[in-house]
């Protein structure tokens, strides 16, 4: 069965410094992966998306993330974060083929210290 | 980008009665949207795929009877929360591709607080 599994429920990190919230997915078909953050109270903003070519794709507000066809996996990565970037933040995937239904991880919060 | 907005930003009712939450492409058209539900500082669930001018598909484990979906346009989808108990407080989002576009990307709503007292 397809999974999203985001290992990571919550990580505190310093402002200015680096950033890594990891996702890890299981499927037997083509995927297309995507980021999305969540401020308190808010709906989903996407982050990035990737779809095909390039496996490292760059997003909004500094973020990038990098497809690992053969570990399964699209970390999201930030050089150095700002306590603006505080918010949960969710991995999902969708497939090429079938209902294109959206999967989500369980979040990761951000917790960005000053 | 695409928008979708949902009204009422949150809502408050009676255990027993019936809320209707709105969603809406306020610039694109949408065939199919897509209804979650989130508990607090839990992940999305979905709970059905409305379908414009079609039975809505319900994920297993929904209550179609209780949780009534409309997709009367193709801009306007609706979720019917039916006699309403504190059990079904939570934060509803919807989300919806763009017709004749492709599915790889969902535009959504901000979102639906429905607290049950």
């Known amino acids: 069965a397809q999974s999203v599994t985001q290992l990571d429920s919550q990580v505190p990190v310093f402002e200015e410094a680096p950033v890594e919230l990891r996702c890890n997915y299981s499927s037997s078909v083509s995927v297309y992966l995507f980021w999305y953050v969540q401020y308190p109270n808010q709906g989903l903003q996407l982050l990035l998306k990737y779809l095909s070519g390039s496996t490292l794709v760059k997003g909004i507000n500094g973020f990038e993330a990098e497809f690992n066809k053969s570990q399964t996996s699209f970390h999201l990565r930030k050089p150095s974060v700002h306590i603006s970037d505080t918010a949960e933040y969710f991995c999902a995937v969708t497939f090429a083929s079938g209902t294109y239904k959206y999967i989500f991880g369980t979040g990761t919060r951000l917790k960005v210290l000053a | 980008g695409a928008v979708v907005s949902q009204h009422p930003s949150w809502v408050i009712c009676k255990s027993g009665t019936s809320v209707k939450i709105e969603c809406r492409s306020l610039?694109?058209?949408?065939?199919?949207m897509f209804w979650y539900r989130q508990f607090p500082k839990q992940s999305l669930m979905l709970m059905a795929t409305?379908?414009?001018?079609?039975?809505?598909?319900?994920e297993q484990g929904v209550e179609k009877d209780k949780f009534l979906i409309n997709h009367a346009s193709l801009t306007l989808s609706t979720l019917t929360v039916t006699s309403a108990h504190p059990e079904d407080s939570s934060f509803y989002i919807c989300s919806a591709p763009i017709a004749g576009g492709s599915y790889n990307e969902q535009f959504f709503g901000p979102g639906t607080r429905l607290t049950v007292l």
């Open positions: 610039d694109f058209q949408a065939t199919t």
């Open positions: 409305s379908n414009e001018g079609s039975k809505a598909t319900y």
